[in-house]
């Protein structure tokens, strides 16, 4: 069974910062690809950003490109996701997911607000 648990949302201006963390369980966290999502109320979950296996590899949503920078800690089961220059239309339940199994993504943590104020 696998546990993501994510943290460091909250509320902040439009233009502030804010560092998003997900903490895994599992013996094989440097095996899995990890991605963020998000989900603002009356809308469908988006993709934000992905990471491969090494921390290697992103690949960013155009809305968040350039913003957004997601980063991958083998060694502490963690991935972050540093969110720069937000804006109110960022606002949304945050969600880090896991490919487990290398396909799809099959494990979803709990989520953590962030709320962007003008």
């Known amino acids: 069974q696998v546990q993501l648990v994510e943290s460091g949302g909250g509320l902040v201006q439009a233009g502030g910062s804010l560092r998003l963390s997900c903490a895994a369980s599992?013996?094989?966290?440097?095996?899995?690809?990890m991605g963020w999502f998000r989900q603002a109320p009356g809308k469908e979950r988006e993709f934000v950003a992905v990471?491969?296996?090494?921390?290697?590899?992103?690949y960013y949503a155009d809305s968040v490109k350039g913003r957004f920078t997601i980063s991958k800690d083998n060694a502490k089961n963690t991935v972050d996701l540093q969110m720069n220059s937000l804006r109110p239309e960022d606002t949304a339940l945050y969600y880090c997911?896991?490919?487990?199994?290398?396909?799809?993504?099959?494990?979803w943590g709990q989520g953590t607000q962030v709320t962007v104020s003008s």
């Open positions: 997911a896991a490919k487990t199994k290398g396909v799809d993504y099959d494990a």
């Open positions: 990471i491969n296996r090494s921390g290697g590899s992103t």
């Open positions: 599992g013996r094989t966290f440097n095996r899995w690809a």
